[in-house]
């Protein structure tokens, strides 16, 4: 069993940057894999980024590109997001989420992963 919680959120001029935090309580947090979704009001949940156990392989979706980076400790339990020059389009409740497997993380956005209930970023001048 993992929980997580998400912090960092806020509100934020065009161009400015958020440093987003994921922290995990429970067992063997360093096994999971862990993305960053998006869902912005009448839209679907999108992944962002995700980042494999280890912290070896990450990845982008090209809207982010270039602009967010995701990292992680595992002795502190944390995975950060990173988010650069910030657009209004990235105006979003954003979700950590974590599972075992890397490509279902960086691919798909399933039910069955453990999820944080969302931190409001909000781009706006």
């Known amino acids: 069993q993992l929980q997580l919680v998400e912090a960092g959120g806020g509100l934020v001029q065009p161009g400015g940057s958020l440093r987003l935090s994921c922290a995990a309580s429970g067992n063997s947090f360093g096994a999971y894999a862990v993305g960053w979704f998006r869902q912005a009001p009448g839209k679907e949940r999108e992944g962002v980024a995700c980042i494999s156990s280890a912290g070896s392989n990450t990845n982008y979706a090209d809207s982010v590109r270039g602009r967010f980076i995701i990292s992680r400790d595992n002795d502190k339990n944390t995975v950060t997001l990173q988010m650069n020059s910030l657009k209004p389009e990235d105006t979003a409740v954003y979700y950590c989420?974590?599972?075992?497997?890397?490509?279902?993380?960086?691919?798909?956005?399933?039910?069955?992963?453990?999820w944080g209930h969302g931190t409001q970023v909000t781009v706006s001048s």
């Open positions: 989420a974590a599972d075992r497997n890397y490509f279902w993380v960086c691919s798909s956005d399933r039910a069955e992963y453990y």
